[in-house]
């Protein structure tokens, strides 16, 4: 027994990363957070539709999800939906229900299974099916960061000792085309059955080395049959159940990725499911954790919404794999495009947001975007000695990575603001380098005229091989894709960056932009704070009187008098550019309290302004009145939650809370979904609040989860 409650806890503490807990806990559940999710759904096909309408549940860095029964679907009854799996930069489903349970009587004769109660719960599924005389109960728990556990108990409710069989069956569900279609193939083995995966190259839709499985594993003695795609595994000995009397039965089904992750894997599986109520016990209790310090300053009615949002976190968490060697959150496994790689701009938010309940992941989702750090031995990357890449995948290069621009400065915001809840010095001196490598990238790569204030732009790549190409990284560096101020018509040109030797290193927009430059201040700002804890008090200083000098060109160049708002100024004149109208960009300043008192007050007329920014779900990326408003667009109208978090913040910055408080709650009361079991949107109409493109997105939960709690 001792053996192996060790060897449990080595394997939670390997795959979460959250260190261990006291094995006596049991925690109680938690009804009141039951469903805040609607997780029931059933597949049509493996290939899983652009935005997947079935909410999967993940856990513990997992590369493969599940759901609940939908109702009235019977072909599912007995199992849980799924498994959804990652073939390294995709989603598929494996099976409608790979493993459905099903019970025979004294006779022989299968139990028909009734359609059955279920819920989903903080760390868990959880099925009940209530049979004449007898009752089967199901739940499923992520024990690592490659194996589901699922439980099962039988009660005998009636009055006559009960001798049940106990069998398990699935078929798999393949995709419609080649090679994806002969990819999977089913086997039986001594402990269950598995399914291998054959190599196939299908960038972004199926990616696999051939090495891939999936795998039951049954700690009892258990015999299989496959036929083609069908198997059928049977417990050999039947469970007796005495009158009142209940049995109990688990299994583990792991997604791996290569034998060497099986070979580790092996002892978290025999744990666990030797000792189910061990493992469920330590996941429940880890639970118990991110909703203690996750709800800390989060009222009482808001407390489900932040669960959900903690939940959608959790979910979009993925595990070291491939070429991604640390855990981190990827945007959306609800969304094709961004349901297996790591975004920097996404990250750095998703960090914030962790930190709250989970500072040790928060600290692994911002090495993950770093680790791919490009330095000056970086091959055809040495001139971006600092800069992170836009997008890095299980595979890097991949056709999925991309290396033609990066995302804003926000990672030393990211890492202080982890700081702040693990108070890890360490991770503090670890990072510091690397954040201040990439600061010192901007002004080497995208400060064209060396005047301090920086660009927008684009890498020296075989990809950004045209003007046309070379705007379009641009846009997608500042995050904000298709802004009307990134529009080819606006008069944008691209300029080359040269190194002191003439060779070309970059490439810049012709504009300042205004958004760039109050994030480099921030940048600035927090790194001062890294160094004054690290005890680096003269570069505190440097960095500190930087901040200074850079906030005030941006309080004289980009401030507009006339309009009493803050824009992107043209690179050759050093004037506002007025003309391409107001867009959130603009409340940077105020977020990063650059601001003047006097242009606070001013920019704010403009975001409590139902003509402007203060619409149903205040800030929407343009301005309402702007030729150019859309609130259907992607940044061209639409509000994003991260823009109402900043707004609120700058809002509050200033002292105009009572403006901070309305924004947030119309975002609450009007985003469609937020207070009830829909989830968590992308970005939502501005006008009607609907929630639009990607659901379940992971910077959305992160900072809305930051909006919920006491600053």
């Not at 189910?276 to 800390?296: E, K, M, N, S, T």
């Not at 970059?506 to 994030?519: C, F, H, I, R, W």
């Not at 200074?548 to 100024?569: N, Q, V, W």
Request: a positive charge; glycine letters at 8%; proline letters at 7%.
């Amino acid at each position: 027994m001792r053996r192996f409650i060790a060897l449990l806890a080595a394997a939670v503490v390997g795959a979460t990363c959250l260190g261990t807990v006291p094995a006596s806990a049991r925690p109680s559940p938690s009804p009141g957070f039951a469903d805040v999710l609607d997780r029931q759904g059933t597949p049509q096909s493996a290939q899983v539709p652009p935005a997947n309408p079935v909410n999967v549940f993940s856990d513990a860095g997992a590369w493969h999800a599940y759901a609940l029964p939908a109702k009235g679907d019977t072909s599912a009854y007995g199992g849980f939906t799924g498994p959804f799996y990652l073939a390294q930069q995709g989603p598929w489903y494996l099976s409608k229900a790979f493993s459905k349970i099903a019970l025979t009587d004294e006779r022989g004769r299968t139990i028909p299974l009734p359609a059955p109660s279920v819920h989903s719960y903080p760390g868990h599924l959880g099925q009940t099916y209530r049979l004449p005389g007898l009752e089967l109960d199901l739940d499923l728990r992520f024990v690592s960061d490659r194996t589901a556990m699922v439980r099962v108990r039988v009660r005998n409710h009636s009055p006559r000792p009960r001798t049940l069989g106990v069998s398990w069956q699935g078929q798999l569900l393949r995709p419609d085309r080649e090679p994806m279609r002969s990819a999977p193939s089913l086997h039986s083995g001594p402990d269950g059955v598995r399914v291998d995966f054959a190599k196939v190259n299908k960038p972004e839709k199926f990616v696999t080395s051939g090495t891939e499985q999936f795998r039951v594993h049954h700690p009892e003695a258990v015999s299989t049959q496959v036929h083609g795609d069908s198997y059928r595994t049977s417990r050999r000995a039947p469970l007796r159940l005495a009158p009142g009397g209940s049995q109990g039965l688990s299994w583990g089904e792991s997604y791996t990725f290569t034998k060497a992750e099986r070979d580790r894997e092996a002892n978290t599986v025999r744990s666990a499911t030797r000792l189910p109520a061990l493992a469920a016990a330590r996941v429940d209790q880890r639970w118990a954790g991110y909703l203690r310090r996750g709800l800390a300053g989060v009222a009482p009615a808001q407390r489900r919404t932040a669960v959900k949002a903690i939940e959608t976190l959790t979910t979009n968490w993925r595990g070291p794999a491939g070429d991604l060697h640390d855990a981190g959150i990827t945007p959306s496994l609800t969304e094709s495009d961004f349901s297996a790689g790591y975004w920097p701009w996404d990250s750095f938010k998703e960090a914030v947001g962790v930190s709250r309940f989970a500072p040790k992941l928060a600290e692994s989702v911002l090495r993950s975007v770093y680790q791919h750090q490009f330095t000056a031995k970086t091959p055809d990357r040495g001139q971006d000695a600092g800069m992170l890449p836009d997008v890095v995948m299980y595979t890097t290069p991949s056709e999925g990575t991309n290396e033609r621009n990066t995302k804003p400065p926000l990672g030393a915001w990211a890492v202080w603001q982890t700081f702040r809840h693990s108070h890890d010095r360490a991770f503090l001196r670890e990072m510091f380098p690397k954040l201040l490598a990439q600061h010192e990238w901007w002004y080497r790569n995208r400060d064209h005229d060396h005047d301090g204030l920086a660009e927008y732009g684009a890498t020296v790549d075989p990809r950004n091989d045209t003007e046309k190409a070379q705007v379009e990284a641009a846009a997608w560096e500042s995050g904000m894709d298709d802004a009307p101020r990134f529009d080819k018509s606006a008069g944008l040109r691209v300029l080359k960056n040269r190194d002191a030797h003439g060779q070309v290193v970059g490439y810049s927009l012709n504009q300042e932009s205004v958004d760039l430059n109050a994030y480099l201040v921030a940048d600035k700002r927090y790194l001062a704070e890294i160094a004054r804890a690290l005890g680096k008090g003269t570069q505190a200083h440097r960095l500190t009187e930087q901040a200074d000098s850079t906030a005030k060109l941006i309080r004289d160049r980009m401030y507009d008098e006339k309009t009493g708002f803050f824009y992107d100024t043209d690179l050759a004149t050093r004037r506002p550019l007025v003309e391409r109208g107001k867009g959130t960009e603009s409340i940077t300043p105020l977020w990063t309290k650059i601001a003047s008192p006097g242009q606070a007050a001013r920019v704010r007329q403009s975001l409590t302004d139902p003509q402007q920014f203060d619409t149903a779900i205040p800030f929407p990326t343009v301005a309402r009145n702007s030729a150019n408003f859309d609130p259907n667009g992607y940044w061209r109208g639409t509000t994003w939650v991260d823009q109402v978090y900043f707004g609120v913040r700058a809002l509050e910055n200033y002292g105009y809370r009572g403006d901070a408080r309305t924004a947030r709650e119309k975002l609450l009361t009007n985003a469609a979904g937020l207070t009830g079991n829909a989830p968590i949107r992308e970005n939502y109409n501005s006008v009607t609040g609907q929630g639009r493109n990607a659901t379940n997105f992971s910077w959305s939960a992160a900072l809305l989860l930051e909006l919920l709690a006491k600053p």
